[in-house]
């Protein structure tokens, strides 16, 4: 059963710069897998924050930035705002099958 | 606008079937997947299925293939997922979402419901 691993939490303080990850199992992540960003704030629905590896939503802010590196998925998050406190949850695909990740707490402090 | 409406709380007794919706506004309801996502009470989230409203082609996550069903009904623009035999282990709030294609499986999300069965 493939499974998806991120950092289960990390914290970073306001106006700092953070990098989440997101590997697999499976191997090295590809673009092919289409990574995919989520933000989770306490009691409310998560928000789609990055599709297919690098791209926005046109509500995403722009200090919000997904890549590949080192065989991972990556979010950076640069001038890290105290609102940005969340859990961070990435999503890969498996031909028609999706996985998410375990999800990062991420603190600001 | 994109919105997805899902209904409101439950709480059922173990044993019990149920039915949760999901109902969408605002873009071409047939022509998109819809996504169910599970969050079990202070756990991450996992990907149910999906579904085509347009002809109710129908994908299953093998974790969860057998103990769902996922409907859909494109005259009421909504989706739906049902159990017949509630566990208490099936407590959670349950998401859905649009699925806008390859590389983008879940741009807007309901609010969720949350469903209880005591054990």
């Known amino acids: 059963q493939t499974v998806v691993t991120q950092e289960p939490s990390l914290t970073v303080s306001p106006g700092g710069t953070v990098t989440l990850t997101c590997a697999s199992t499976?191997?090295?992540?590809?673009?092919?897998?289409?990574p995919n960003w989520f933000q989770q704030k306490p009691g409310q629905a998560p928000r789609a924050l990055i599709y297919?590896?690098?791209n926005k939503h046109s509500w995403t802010p722009a200090r919000f930035s997904g890549s590949l590196l080192g065989g991972k998925a990556v979010l950076i998050l640069s001038d890290v705002q105290p609102e940005d406190e969340a859990d961070y949850y990435c999503?890969?695909?498996?031909?028609?099958?999706?996985?998410f990740g375990g999800g990062t707490k991420l603190t600001v402090l | 606008e994109v919105q997805l409406v899902q209904s409101g709380t439950a709480v059922k007794e173990p044993g019990e079937s149920l039915k949760i919706s999901c109902k969408a506004s605002?873009?071409?309801?047939?022509?998109?997947?819809v996504l169910w996502v599970r969050q079990v009470p202070g756990k991450g989230l996992e990907w149910m299925g999906i579904?085509?409203?347009?002809?109710?082609?129908?994908r299953y996550s093998p974790s969860f293939q057998g103990h769902v069903t996922i409907s859909a009904d494109k005259s009421v623009n909504t989706a739906y997922l049902q159990w017949r035999s509630l566990k208490a282990s099936d407590t959670a709030t349950y998401y859905c979402?649009?699925?806008?294609?390859?590389?983008?499986?879940?741009?807007?999300w309901g609010q969720g419901t949350l469903v209880t069965v005591p054990s």
């Open positions: 979402a649009r699925h806008a294609g390859i590389g983008v499986p879940a741009d807007f």
């Open positions: 605002g873009y071409s309801f047939s022509n998109f997947w």
């Open positions: 579904i085509y409203p347009g002809d109710s082609e129908t």
């Open positions: 499976t191997g090295a992540v590809t673009g092919g897998h289409y």
């Open positions: 297919s590896t690098s």
């Open positions: 999503l890969l695909c498996y031909g028609g099958d999706c996985v």
